[in-house]
């Protein structure tokens, strides 16, 4: 039998996966538009390019609490059965092609983390690792139902096209989803709401000309992070300290079987290296091969940036780091310093490898 592909992703420490044929588009979470009378699990509707998407929060569909969504937070929208829908995850990892034979059909309730077996289609073993993958039939609810009360939706914004604005300052989306967004994440949910509002697909295939990059912070500085070197983005947990390492070597961390170092870039871009500590913030990159933790402050925001954007490195910054910098850009009123990790990893005399 062919192999299938699906989309990897994470929700919580679980990894789950969908079939890869489903899944139209990826984007980060924006601003919500709150629906009445939807479903529990639907979270909000989303103007998409004029057409109204309805957003279901996994969390709530498979009747787990729901927690805090985060601004690295995702969208996976996916065309079933005439509807399409947004499906909120944690993190996107890849496509992987998954075999049959290694799918087991059989559920063990003790395996699933007390998900309902009619969402689970099967269990695929790989590294060692479990892989929940999704019954998309059993996972859209009431199909029907929502798409009555998209199409109700649509035709009032079209009669009243003010009444989007409206909605979108209630409170509902950050009552359900993100209790403690502040004033600065809000603004960057709103501003993604905006962007892909007015969105063509013509813009949309023009991100070959943009740069993907995650926003994080160390020291109150704000630095970009090539997103095609990030795999995921963690909260830090009993890691365990190296003797006889390097200053910039925090200790290693166990991530789902795999021992994954921490690395303080601080040493690198002549910042002063601080302690790792539990529940602090990681992003988990891959760079020639070399996985890493970086510990960082905040991620505040994954986004496109235009190159023409992108500006040389500022003079004043030229006597610091700038040998690892791919350039600086405008960003929430603050300058946003691009990293190049490769160069960092390869020539900024980490000694990652020796750690590990």
């Given at each position: 039998?062919?192999?299938?592909?699906?989309?990897?992703?994470?929700?919580?420490?679980?990894?789950?996966?969908?079939?890869?044929?489903?899944?139209?588009?990826?984007?980060?979470?924006?601003?919500?538009?709150?629906?009445?009378?939807?479903?529990?699990?639907?979270?909000?509707?989303?103007?998409?390019?004029?057409?109204?998407?309805?957003?279901?929060?996994?969390?709530?569909?498979?009747?787990?609490?729901?927690?805090?969504?985060?601004?690295?937070?995702?969208?996976?929208?996916?065309?079933?059965d005439n509807l399409q829908i947004g499906v909120i995850v944690?993190t996107v990892h890849e496509v992987i092609e998954i075999e049959?034979?290694?799918?087991?059909?059989?559920?063990?309730?003790?395996?699933?983390?007390?998900?309902?077996?009619?969402?689970?289609?099967?269990?695929?073993?790989?590294?060692?690792?479990?892989?929940?993958?999704?019954?998309?039939?059993?996972?859209?609810?009431?199909?029907?139902?929502?798409?009555?009360?998209?199409?109700?939706?649509?035709?009032?914004?079209?009669?009243?096209?003010?009444?989007?604005?409206?909605?979108?300052?209630?409170?509902?989306?950050?009552?359900?989803?993100?209790?403690?967004?502040?004033?600065?994440?809000?603004?960057?949910?709103?501003?993604?709401?905006?962007?892909?509002?007015?969105?063509?697909?013509?813009?949309?295939?023009?991100?070959?000309?943009?740069?993907?990059?995650?926003?994080?912070?160390?020291?109150?500085?704000?630095?970009?992070?090539?997103?095609?070197?990030?795999?995921?983005?963690?909260?830090?947990?009993?890691?365990?300290?190296?003797?006889?390492?390097?200053?910039?070597?925090?200790?290693?961390?166990?991530?789902?079987?795999?021992?994954?170092?921490?690395?303080?870039?601080?040493?690198?871009?002549?910042?002063?290296?601080?302690?790792?500590?539990?529940?602090?913030?990681?992003?988990?990159?891959?760079?020639?091969?070399?996985?890493?933790?970086?510990?960082?402050?905040?991620?505040?925001?994954?986004?496109?940036?235009?190159?023409?954007?992108?500006?040389?490195?500022?003079?004043?910054?030229?006597?610091?780091?700038?040998?690892?910098?791919?350039?600086?850009?405008?960003?929430?009123?603050?300058?946003?310093?691009?990293?190049?990790?490769?160069?960092?990893?390869?020539?900024?005399?980490?000694?990652?490898?020796?750690?590990?």
């Amino acid at each position: 039998m062919k192999t299938k592909p699906y989309l990897i992703f994470n929700l919580h420490d679980i990894q789950y996966g969908i079939e890869a044929n489903l899944v139209k588009e990826i984007f980060q979470l924006p601003e919500l538009i709150p629906i009445a009378e939807a479903p529990t699990d639907i979270v909000g509707i989303l103007n998409l390019r004029e057409k109204l998407l309805p957003v279901m929060h996994l969390d709530l569909r498979l009747s787990n609490s729901i927690t805090r969504c985060q601004l690295t937070d995702s969208i996976i929208v996916l065309n079933w059965d005439n509807l399409q829908i947004g499906v909120i995850v944690n993190t996107v990892h890849e496509v992987i092609e998954i075999e049959p034979e290694i799918i087991e059909q059989e559920i063990d309730y003790g395996r699933t983390n007390n998900i309902n077996p009619a969402f689970i289609s099967g269990i695929a073993t790989i590294d060692d690792s479990a892989i929940i993958l999704l019954n998309p039939e059993a996972l859209v609810r009431q199909p029907d139902e929502v798409k009555a009360l998209v199409e109700e939706a649509d035709s009032e914004l079209e009669e009243n096209p003010e009444k989007e604005e409206n909605l979108s300052i209630i409170s509902s989306f950050y009552e359900v989803c993100c209790p403690d967004a502040t004033e600065k994440e809000k603004s960057i949910f709103r501003r993604r709401a905006d962007n892909l509002r007015q969105a063509t697909l013509e813009t949309s295939q023009e991100t070959t000309e943009q740069i993907p990059l995650a926003v994080v912070s160390l020291n109150n500085e704000y630095f970009g992070l090539g997103l095609e070197t990030v795999r995921e983005f963690i909260n830090i947990c009993n890691f365990t300290p190296i003797p006889c390492c390097p200053q910039h070597i925090l200790g290693n961390i166990n991530l789902r079987g795999e021992i994954v170092t921490l690395v303080d870039l601080r040493s690198c871009l002549n910042l002063p290296i601080t302690s790792a500590k539990n529940n602090g913030k990681a992003v988990v990159i891959e760079v020639d091969d070399l996985v890493a933790g970086l510990p960082v402050d905040e991620v505040f925001d994954v986004m496109y940036l235009s190159q023409k954007n992108i500006n040389p490195v500022p003079i004043a910054v030229e006597s610091g780091n700038h040998e690892y910098l791919r350039g600086t850009a405008p960003y929430a009123d603050k300058l946003l310093s691009i990293l190049d990790l490769s160069k960092i990893i390869n020539q900024g005399n980490l000694e990652v490898n020796d750690a590990a």
